[in-house]
Nanobody, 125 residues
């Protein structure tokens, strides 16, 4: 059974950092591109960063380029998102899922049946 558990969120001041983790079970991470999504209140869920199966290719939406870094550890079946220089507009619930990277590069629509609970990131003074 597919299970995704996101963690590492919290309350941080503008300019601060957080590192999110996404632990996967029920499938082998090695075979899938993985994407971090976020959903802010009143907005649609959007893909913000994607990583290839090997980790050699990464993709970001313009709003997080240079601030966020996606990585993966296939041996641990885990994907990470290092978020630096956080801004209030980064406030959202963050999710991960296996998806094509075109959800980030082309803003393709993406439906998924196994979303995890997500982890709340709040950037505020």
């Amino acid at each position: 059974q597919v299970h995704l558990v996101e963690s590492g969120g919290g309350l941080v001041q503008p300019g601060g950092s957080l590192r999110l983790s996404c632990a996967a079970s029920g499938f082998t991470l090695d075979y899938y591109r993985m994407t971090w999504f976020r959903q802010a209140p009143g907005k649609e869920r959007e893909g913000v960063s994607c990583i290839s199966t090997t980790g050699h290719s990464t993709y970001y939406v313009d709003s997080v380029k240079g601030r966020f870094t996606i990585s993966r550890d296939n041996a641990k079946n885990t994907v990470y998102l290092q978020m630096n220089s956080l801004r209030p507009e980064d406030t959202a619930v963050y999710f991960c899922a296996p998806s094509p990277c075109t959800v980030v590069t082309n803003r393709d629509k993406f439906d998924y049946d196994y979303w995890g609970q997500g982890t709340q990131v709040t950037v505020s003074t």
